[in-house]
């Protein structure tokens, strides 16, 4: 059995510059488990399509179950290999990515396709596929489980940041990232449970006082 995802997000952007910002994607605030990315081939077809492989190295924290399967020294890395055809008369992104080690554990392949979004020509649709296997024994369906819920985990890391470099190359104030937005919540609740507890005392101490003043009997 194989997991199957199948998605379609939009940006905000046109084409060239969702082109433009793919190739700029890292790093950004949203992408600190990619930690290197290597160009391997690149080539223009005779009709005039963009070819290039790339090798991304990413981390591969494996949940504590599947540890207990592996040896200490296995790495915790994770090698991508990323192909893509690009189009620019159609004005076509074609995408495929799968990991090259830890296959044993989990493969992981996508499909995605950029093209110009068919409601609004300034914007762009991603059309995404995604194959999670596990050759496992007996727990396949687990581990297929758990990649898939870090697929759709980093699908929304990926959109956050190409989100954040679009804006940036555009000159505009990228959005907070999510560490800056928990951060301020925290703040606000802290602030909120300080407040709470000064006038918890105050009502107390009121309480209190009113205990100790001497009754009046008519």
């Not at 179950?65 to 008369?89: C, G, K, M, T």
Request: aromatic residues 10%; positive net charge.
């Amino acid at each position: 059995m194989v997991k199957y995802f199948l998605g379609q997000s939009v940006l905000r952007s046109s084409w060239d510059q969702v082109f433009a910002a793919f190739w700029q994607r890292y790093p950004n605030p949203y992408s600190k488990h990619v930690l290197t990315e290597d160009i391997v081939h690149r080539e223009v077809t005779p009709d005039q399509k963009l070819l290039s492989r790339r090798l991304l190295t990413k981390t591969n924290r494996m949940p504590r179950w599947a540890e207990r399967l592996f040896p200490a020294n296995v790495a915790h890395s994770v090698y991508i290999l990323e192909d893509s055809i690009v189009d620019p008369q159609n004005q076509t992104m074609t995408t495929f990515t799968w990991n090259i080690n830890h296959a044993r554990l989990m493969v992981v392949e996508e499909r995605c396709v950029y093209c110009v979004n068919s409601d609004n020509n300034s914007w762009t649709e991603i059309r995404r596929e995604a194959w999670v296997s596990s050759s496992l024994f007996g727990v396949s369906r687990a581990v297929q489980e758990f990649g898939l819920a870090r697929f759709k985990s980093n699908v929304t890391k990926t959109m956050k940041g190409f989100e954040y470099i679009l804006a940036k190359l555009q000159g505009e104030p990228p959005s907070r990232t999510f560490v800056e937005t928990a951060k301020e919540a925290k703040e606000k609740a802290k602030e909120t449970a300080l407040a709470a507890t000064e006038k918890a005392k105050d009502l107390a101490n009121k309480a209190a006082s009113k205990q100790q003043q001497p009754q009046q009997f008519v």
